[in-house]
């Protein structure tokens, strides 16, 4: 009888191991016209690039830490998928016209397939300009609108999976969180009105709202999402009450005193010390606030390295230099302009926030043409895109100095000022010191400021 048991036993537990779900997503996708190398899944303290064939395939099985929500990225464009534990995902989409083409299949297709069309929805429906220059009322009103719409869309799927509907809803209080903390900034930007500022009551509907919830910060991207902005907000305010308040300083200081030591406090150190930390007046007390804010060892060796390479091209230094083709024709290097101020614009075709300072940077040409200073402007597009650099300077009729760089991001110039984003302006002085390597865009009135001190 004892070994009849022990054999019934063995056979249960071999029931129960062949039963359990897998514990990883079978990703597949197709990508017409591809230009990237790799599609890149990333959320939820987990990454992982997958190849993408010529002919546009890719296909991985992901050890997902969690079930949930993560960023998928297929070239420069980004989109939200749902992931679950054995199951399977199929995307296709049409790199050209990312959102508009994203179709899925596989055992999670409802879930992303909602999420495809409540991205496409928003993009379609929401006027942010129009939302957030309005009042208060008017402005809560329309958040309220947009969140009755999206549960109707919601409702018509008939999604029957109830663990995605539990993590959306927590998704969607965190996002809708974001909007109205964003709210005041945002009517600033958007109505040009500085000294904006929302009704004592305004924010009292986020009672609710943890700011210090660190497991909600390991699971929830828009969690993640409503932190930075919270405390962003809270920075921006606190900088504001002194002269040449640096928000960098302000945002260090309020997330080491209000978050516990840990990886949540960490993640938003060093998340927003990418591009916060600047070689500038602040970047030696930004960099000792976070070294003693107990850091995670690996992200304070990678903030150091950055940190070492600022000290670098920190005001008085020396300017790195370059030597580049220039679309009139030979090449043209910093030397060559020995004896004026150089106002560099590092930019590239694809980037519209480049694009959309090329107005303002006319202008400031303008204005100060044939005074001691020479504008310079730096494609770092790839090799690729050497004919369509041509025909835009050409077609826009852009001004000044127009320059290749000779291998995009990873030209010694980029590099030597540690550029992770454009557009990127600099200031050099006659003798070929840096005056600023982080300077005001052509469109921010703090140039010109700099300029009239300077010339």
């Keep these: 009888m004892n070994k009849l048991i022990l054999f019934l036993s063995a056979i249960t537990l071999l029931s129960c191991k ?9 990703l597949t996708g197709t990508v017409e016209n591809n230009v990237g190398e790799t599609a890149l899944v990333r959320g ?20 997902i830490p969690t079930n949930g929500f993560y960023d998928l990225y297929v070239g420069r464009e980004r989109t939200g998928v749902y992931l679950e534990k054995g199951n399977t995902l199929s995307v296709k989409l049409n790199a050209e016209e990312f959102d508009e083409t994203l179709v899925y299949s596989g ?121 930075e902005t919270h405390y962003n907000r809270l920075a921006g305010e606190d900088a504001r009450k002194t002269e040449n308040g640096s928000e960098t300083i302000s945002f260090l200081k309020i997330v080491d005193t209000e978050m516990p030591d840990g990886y949540a406090k960490d993640k938003l150190m060093t998340g927003y010390l990418q591009f916060g ?56 290097s910093l030397a060559d302009l020995k004896d004026k101020y150089v106002y560099i614009d590092v930019w590239a075709t694809w980037c519209g926030p480049c694009l959309r300072e090329i107005p303002s940077l006319k202008a400031v040409e303008e204005a100060y043409h044939g005074k001691q200073i020479e504008f310079v402007s730096i494609s770092i597009d790839v090799e690729k895109d050497y004919e369509k650099w041509k025909t835009m300077v050409t077609e826009k009729q852009l ?8 291998n995009n991001w990873k030209s010694e110039f980029a590099v030597d000022y540690g550029i992770l984003g454009i557009p ?12 600023s390597a982080d300077a005001p865009r052509p469109s921010d009135p703090e140039l010109r400021k700099i300029l009239d001190e300077l010339i």
């Design 18 to 26: 062949q039963e359990e779900k897998p514990q990883y997503v079978v």
């Design 44 to 63: 939820n303290d987990f990454e992982s690039r997958v190849p993408i064939s010529e002919t546009g395939i890719f296909t991985d099985t992901l050890n």
């Design 107 to 227: 055992s999670l297709a409802k879930e992303n397939n909602f999420m495809a069309a409540k991205y496409l929805w928003n993009e379609q429906h929401i006027n942010f300009k129009e939302m957030y220059t309005a009042d208060e009322e008017a402005f809560l009103l329309k958040h309220a609108q947009i969140t009755t719409a999206l549960d109707s869309l919601y409702a018509s799927q008939n999604i029957k999976n109830e663990s995605f509907k539990n993590l959306l809803d927590e998704e969607d209080k965190y996002s809708k969180a974001s909007i109205i903390e964003n709210y005041q900034e945002a009517h600033r930007y958007y109505s040009a009105d500085a000294n904006f500022k929302v009704s004592d009551s305004f924010l009292s509907v986020l009672s609710n709202i943890d700011y210090t919830d660190t497991l909600a910060f390991r699971k929830s991207v828009a969690y993640q999402s409503l932190l």
């Design 277 to 332: 930390l600047k070689p500038d007046e602040s970047l030696e007390e930004a960099y000792t606030i976070y070294k003693n804010s107990n850091p995670n060892p690996e992200s304070f060796t990678a903030l150091t390295e950055r940190y070492n390479k600022l000290k670098t091209i920190t005001k008085g230094n020396p300017s790195p230099t370059f030597n580049y083709e220039n679309h009139k024709g030979g090449t043209t």
């Design 399 to 406: 001004g000044g100095i127009q320059l290749m760089a000779d």
């Design 424 to 435: 990127r302006f600099i200031l050099i002085d006659p003798q070929g010191n840096i005056v």
